[in-house]
């Protein structure tokens, strides 16, 4: 997958930043929305590929 | 029969038993029929008489059964024995439709509340009655032979479009009347699908990626649909459907009717609108000085005996039609906005305008439309891009491309691609982004309804030596003047030490089906980063 440039940068890291790890997990995410995929196009059916097989991105790459 | 004769069968049968598929527009005014070509370009066919867009009228004359544009003109003195804009009867009880439009040809009738139509199909005075059901087949069948007849094969399958209100029973229905065709319905699709696919066909997978909302406005003959479709890592969910159904093309041409009844009385003091002959006649003429209406300035219009034995010349000017057309102008750009507003967006959400059918091809419509998006918005008709395909074209295209990319799949996998179990998905309440820049603005990465699993990697650029944090959050929009999308909840932080200026932090937010998210950052081309995951919500069970 191709990754999408941003020309702004990163904000500097906090002077407080205290954790031993490089990595802090805050919250989840809000509940989803169950809505419906068009089945139609090539991606969807990639998609629909994928589920079927139970194949994740990485997998459906190699 | 002779009539406007069907394509004559292939000369030799297909030796190979290589499928041969097409796409199919179903639409109460006109249809049309596409394929695609060996290097995957979708094309519209002509039928015999060289039209494209083939009206959806059937008509007899004793045996004789005609079929598109000759049927269409014999609604001027064969209405009786003509039946048209029959697609919306299609797997309705008869108490369930409207049958307005047909009351200048067959008028349904009620057979065991199925409509159906009292017709003279042969050269005596018999009557027979052909329920909605046969009327399509007999309709597919024509298309299929006139494809057929150009592509030199059989054909076998097709994808059909309908609009987004089609029931099961009446997609079950057209299902049935195809079969009776010897036609196998691939898939039915819909159409602002159908024509998002069309414009996506001219892209490259990269762009076809790009997430945007886009607004369909499908304006056709009798009624006139819009959706919003959140197209997102090429994936097309439909956020929101608006219709109506007493706007289209059919009141364009009243407003001309009119124009011209009136300059017409003026002149001969008989109202051509009061006979049914004069009218049938008129509205015939009036349609075709509408279109060029949409190429041109002005039109002339010309009708040998119109009433009462006077014959009638005129000629309109476009600015005096639009003028009278306001109204209607005016309801279809309030079908465009209500649509978004049902998708509880804004107008300013929207990235792209697909304009589709017949009626886009006026200018004062496209450029009323395009007159509510900023001007980046491209707005796709003829009279507003350049680049815009034909709106009349695109239902068939979308569903040629369709048809081409499961011609190959049995009818098991088609079933299982389609079923419910994979095709609702959770799609993201809100944007998951990072925050930027020194004023700590909100980037999106992962737009709010995009579907999970779903997987985005962003770079950014680093401008100094140093430490960064990547925070990720999810946005709340918030729009005052322009769009803007603010942080409001920090899902997780991580900590990128010792980057280098010039350098660039790649980071990859991978959403599971669970909601869980893995997160990978890294300066470019290092060992330098972060990563780590964030667990779904706990399910209160
Ligand atoms: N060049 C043009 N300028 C203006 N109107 C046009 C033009 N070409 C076709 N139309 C109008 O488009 C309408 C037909 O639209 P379309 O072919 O999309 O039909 P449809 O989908 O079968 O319609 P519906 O199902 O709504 O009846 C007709 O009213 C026709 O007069
Ligand atoms: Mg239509």
């Not at chain 2, 039915?188 to 990626?209: D, G, K, N």
């Not at chain 2, 008129?282 to 219009?301: D, F, N, Q, V, W």
């Not at chain 2, 993201?428 to 820049?437: A, M, N």
Request: hydrophobic share 40%.
């Amino acid at each position: 997958m191709a990754s999408v440039k941003i020309s702004k940068s990163l904000p500097t890291l906090p002077e407080d930043w205290n954790s031993e790890s490089n990595f802090v997990a805050h919250a989840p995410l809000s509940p989803a929305v169950h809505r419906n995929l068009s089945p139609t196009g090539p991606h969807f059916l990639a998609h629909a590929r994928r589920k079927r097989h139970s194949r994740t991105f990485s997998e459906d790459d190699r | 029969m002779s009539g406007n004769p069907s394509p004559s069968p292939q000369a030799s049968p297909d030796l190979d038993d290589t499928k041969t598929v097409i796409g199919i527009a179903f639409g109460n005014t006109t249809s049309s029929i596409a394929y695609t070509t060996p290097d995957g370009k979708a094309e519209v066919i002509a039928n015999e008489e060289g039209d494209r867009q083939i009206p959806s009228v059937l008509s007899w004359v004793g045996s004789e059964e005609y079929h598109g544009t000759q049927a269409k003109s014999h609604l001027v003195r064969n209405a009786k024995n003509t039946v048209a804009y029959f697609r919306d009867f299609l797997g309705k009880h008869y108490s369930e439709i409207d049958p307005t439009n047909s009351h200048n040809s067959a008028h349904p009738v009620d057979v065991d509340d199925v409509p159906s139509f009292n017709l003279q199909q042969a050269d005596n005075e018999t009557i027979s009655t052909v329920s909605i059901n046969e009327i399509t087949t007999r309709h597919l069948i024509r298309l299929k032979e006139s494809a057929s007849d150009f592509l030199g094969h059989k054909v076998t399958g097709a994808v059909i479009t309908v609009p987004t209100d089609f029931s099961d029973a009446q997609k079950k229905a057209l299902v049935t009347a195809a079969k009776a065709a010897e036609l196998e319905v691939l898939q039915i699709i819909h159409e602002p699908v159908a024509a998002v696919l069309a414009y996506a066909a001219r892209q490259t997978p990269e762009e076809q990626s790009i997430d945007k909302n886009i607004l369909v406005a499908d304006l056709g003959g009798t009624r006139c649909d819009a959706a919003v479709v959140a197209s997102r890592g090429g994936m097309y969910t439909i956020l929101a459907t608006a219709h109506d159904y007493e706007l289209g093309g059919l009141k364009l041409d009243e407003v001309l009717v009119d124009h011209f009844s009136k300059e017409f009385i003026k002149k001969h003091k008989a109202d051509p609108r009061e006979n049914e002959r004069s009218l049938a006649k008129l509205k015939l003429e009036t349609e075709g000085t509408k279109r060029t209406l949409s190429l041109g300035t002005s039109a002339t219009i010309s009708i040998e005996s119109l009433a009462d034995g006077y014959d009638f010349h005129s000629t309109v000017n476009r600015l005096r039609y639009e003028l009278s057309a306001k109204k209607v102008f005016d309801q279809i750009v309030s079908l465009a906005e209500n649509v978004v507003k049902k998708a509880e967006l804004d107008l300013l959400d929207i990235g792209e305008v697909i304009l589709s059918g017949g009626t886009s091809h006026t200018p004062k419509i496209a450029s009323r439309i395009a007159a509510l998006f900023p001007e980046s918005v491209p707005v796709n008709a003829p009279a507003t891009l350049a680049t815009a395909l034909n709106p009349s074209e695109l239902s068939a295209r979308g569903a040629a491309i369709q048809a081409s990319l499961i011609a190959e799949f049995d009818k098991e996998d088609i079933e299982q691609s389609t079923h419910p179990a994979v095709t609702v998905a959770p799609h993201l309440s809100y944007p998951i982004g990072v925050v930027i820049g020194e004023d700590n603005s909100f980037q999106t990465i992962l737009e709010a309804q995009t579907a999970v699993p779903a997987r985005r990697i962003a770079q950014f650029d680093v401008k100094a030596d140093g430490d960064v944090i990547v925070r990720i959050c999810e946005g709340i929009r918030e729009i005052v003047v322009e769009k803007v999308e603010r942080q409001v909840n920090v899902i997780a932080e991580a900590a990128i030490k010792g980057a280098k200026k010039g350098g660039k932090v790649e980071v990859t937010i991978n959403v599971g089906s669970d909601l869980g998210l893995n997160i990978a950052a890294r300066v470019v081309g290092t060992q330098i980063g972060a990563r780590g995951e964030v667990k779904p919500e706990a399910r209160s069970a």
